[in-house]
């Protein structure tokens, strides 16, 4: 079945620094892929979207680019701020369902 | 501009009692799916609501129902709860439920069985 994979948290990051999430998934069909951020004690919050191959989502800083030859849709982004401590979210949705993987923490000390 | 409501926020419940969880979704959005989030998991997909029917359902057992009204709002409902079902249960909204649309969550009700 349909799956989504994403590297084990925790990670920690000094401000300003590069981050980057790995993320692979599994889906019959073409899926369309989402990341999604999640702060203390609130719902899930849409942070990307890409809906086809070679797609690049980006917001706030953040981007991923949708990879069919590899199955990937990693999160990037340049140089984080305390502010983008939370929990993110890989996801596909090949039908009306969203995958989820199991989420990655990210703490960002000043 | 209203987002996707919930209510409660937060609930307690002893196990073998019944509960029901209430959704408003986003406006402009018909289709309302909902998702049982256990401590440290991802979300998991119970079902999905569109046009007050159920068009998909996870891997969730039948103690797990839910309702959709006219007006688009909908209803989890959780018959003989278990220690299991404490959890974050989530309630997102849609245009049209299909591959490429975007889901929108409300902030949950927290779910704990006693």
């Known amino acids: 079945g349909d799956s989504v994979t994403q590297m084990e948290g925790p990670v920690t990051l000094s401000e300003e620094a590069f981050l980057t999430i790995n993320c692979t998934y599994t889906?019959?069909?073409?899926?369309?892929l989402f990341w999604y951020v999640q702060y203390p004690g609130e719902g899930l919050q849409l942070l990307l979207k890409?809906?086809?191959?070679?797609d690049k989502g980006s917001n706030k800083g953040f981007e991923a680019t949708y990879r069919k030859e590899t199955t990937s849709f990693h999160l990037e982004k340049g140089s984080v701020q305390v502010s983008d401590s939370a929990v993110y979210f890989c996801?596909?949705?090949?039908?009306?369902?969203?995958?989820f993987g199991k989420g990655t923490t990210l703490s960002v000390s000043s | 501009d209203a987002g996707v409501t919930q209510s409660p926020t937060h609930l307690i419940k002893t196990r073998g009692q019944q509960v029901t969880l209430r959704c408003s979704p986003k406006?402009?959005?018909?289709?309302v799916s909902w998702y049982q989030q256990a401590l440290g998991q991802g979300p998991q997909f119970i079902f999905q609501?569109?046009?007050?029917?159920?068009?998909q359902r996870g891997n969730f057992p039948d103690r797990f129902s839910g309702h959709q009204f006219p007006n688009y709002s909908s209803e989890l409902n959780v018959n003989a709860l278990l220690l299991g079902d404490s959890a974050l249960y989530l309630c997102?909204?849609?245009?049209?439920?299909?591959?490429?649309?975007?889901?929108?969550f409300g902030p949950g009700t927290r779910l704990t069985v006693l």
């Open positions: 609501y569109y046009e007050e029917e159920e068009r």
């Open positions: 890409a809906t086809k191959a070679d």
């Open positions: 997102a909204s849609s245009l049209d439920g299909t591959r490429t649309d975007t889901q929108y």
């Open positions: 889906a019959t069909g073409y899926p369309s």
């Open positions: 406006s402009g959005h018909d289709t």
């Open positions: 996801a596909n949705q090949a039908g009306t369902a969203l995958i």
